[in-house]
């Protein structure tokens, strides 16, 4: 049966849901999509509120109830006490796929943005051997407590009112410093997080759109799924048109929405389905800018430590998409745009 909510919050993208539920047997810390968004539902075990079982609470599981930590996985096996609702607090991981659960201010649970990986749930400071994907919090002075910190700092600095306005002019400059000066400016206003804008400039006779703003934040699911996460975290997307088209700077304001939307990150070989009509509707994404003769923007790194992966969205018809994920982004188009190697 439902419990006692005692905390609920929406993520700053509108996506994911955090919910901490006290069903008087336990508590659990739940992080689930919202409304009809993507995605499975995460579970933490945080304490239990009455004496722990002594072997894994297989019963409460078959009965459709929360599970209880048995009494070597607990530090309170005759189980604790009920939160009070004004000691707690929820702090977002800033791709939205994670949150942080602080009571009086110290961190208590966490479902990280990797949760669901490898039967991770979470980490709780209550649990002291791992169990139902629940495991111990990580020693204090591990980097994982600096992630945490960071957590926290990212929200301070974005609420600063002048930090966009900051963020995007470094990023605009940074690409007419390449492309010249921009020809237009699409603010994305459709979403109120991740900020973000498209920038247009003229480039050998091509329209190209670049993004301003994904870089802001990380892409979500990057340490779930990705091997060398750290260089996929940050990036901005590039894109261009032949034939000056009304449709294509909002096509590339849903590319760089969409991470957040989806719970899904770009990287060097993803497509995109736009779901315009047109020839050349549909991306191929690349990091080898060379394969449609177009310079790609100079290294970057923001928040003083991420390196942007500057990533080409080259339009492709519909067909061209199979051949990229079977073949490659590469050969893709090559063919597509007439590159011979050598």
Known sequence: MPGRVLLEELNPHGTRVATLEDDGRSVYLYLSPADDYPGETRAVWVRNLVPAPDETDLKSMKAGRAPLLSKKACAHPEGAEEFSVDDLDLVWFPEGSGVSLYVEGLIEAIIPPWSGYD???GYARACIDGELGTLPMPPPESAFFDRLQENLDYWTTRAAPEHWSRFRDRLLAHYESVYGAHKQYYALTDRKFPMLAVAEFEVQGRAVFATLGMSNQNQPGVERRAKDASALLRVEIVSFTE?????????VGRVAAYPWISDAFFASGHTYESGAD????DFILSDDFSLVDLPAPAPL???????????????????YLNVARVRGAEQALRKLYGRQEG
């Open 119 to 121: 039967g991770l749930q």
């Open 243 to 251: 034939d000056r088209r009304d449709w294509f700077p909002g096509v």
């Open 278 to 281: 047109g020839p050349r509707a």
């Open 301 to 319: 790194i923001v928040d003083e430590r991420y390196p942007v992966m500057w990533l080409l969205a080259a339009p492709a018809p519909g067909d």
